[in-house]
């Protein structure tokens, strides 16, 4: 059981690019969500959807669209990559209030 | 917004040592959970408290839910190096437009020295 899955680990863009964060869950839940996380200030949620269909913006979605087509899959686009898009990003799915994390991808703009 | 201050922001403990660390919020929560993120991972979910004034134990963890619904403790017993790593609190408040959505505090961050 793979859980949440987040490919790239590692990116590095160049400012103006654009890219997609991929996230796919095979726990079957309908929340999933969108974080980034920066030294010192916590993860700060950025998209999140309540299920296949919906989506909402979080606290920081400035710079970021997500979309869901199925209840597996919450890719996160950068349309186009600015220095303080620099950081970890996490996906997670969520039971209830228990979120389920993937391993992050490491994003650097320059 | 919902704001979490947890404290301390960081902690350098001999192996051995008890650790305690908190939460505390400006608004009310249905649940708290305490996460641990080790180096180059995802945030693990270590214990989620859904009834104030509940207070629970995995190992050698063992995290309440304050009474006020506003805060929320964790204690580490005997540490041992693979303790070290980031803490995070998180509340949940199922409500509303909140409902799903966490927020965190912005860490505790834990060395132990063996």
């Known amino acids: 059981n793979a859980g949440v899955t987040q490919t790239p680990k590692f990116q590095v863009l160049k400012t103006g690019q654009s890219m997609t964060l991929q996230c796919a869950q095979d726990?079957?839940?309908?929340?999933m969500s969108w974080y980034r996380q920066d030294p010192g200030m916590g993860l700060r949620l950025i998209h999140y959807?309540?299920?296949?269909?919906?989506?909402d913006q979080g606290e920081v979605p400035n710079g970021y669209n997500v979309s869901r087509s199925t209840t597996e899959d919450f890719p996160l686009r950068l349309l186009s990559a600015a220095p303080s898009q620099t950081s970890v990003y996490f996906c997670?799915?969520?039971?209830?209030?228990?979120?389920?994390f993937g391993q992050g991808t490491r994003l650097t703009v320059v | 917004g919902q704001q979490l201050n947890q404290s301390p922001q960081s902690m350098f403990i001999q192996e051995g040592e008890d650790v305690s660390m908190n939460c505390t919020s400006s608004?009310?929560?249905?649940?708290w959970l305490w996460y641990k993120q080790d180096p180059g991972e995802g945030p693990v979910l270590l214990i989620a408290?859904?009834?104030?004034?509940e207070l629970t134990s995995n190992g050698r963890l063992t995290a309440q839910f304050g009474i006020t619904r506003k805060d929320s403790f964790l204690n580490i017993s005997a540490s041992i190096p693979s303790d070290v790593g980031i803490y995070f609190c998180a509340g949940h408040y199922a409500g509303g437009t909140s409902y799903g959505k966490l927020t965190f505090g912005q860490g505790t961050i834990l060395t132990v020295h063996p």
């Open positions: 726990m079957n839940h309908e929340y």
């Open positions: 997670a799915s969520t039971n209830g209030p228990e979120a389920f």
């Open positions: 959807s309540v299920g296949a269909g919906i989506t």
């Open positions: 408290l859904y009834k104030a004034g």
């Open positions: 608004s009310i929560f249905n649940t």
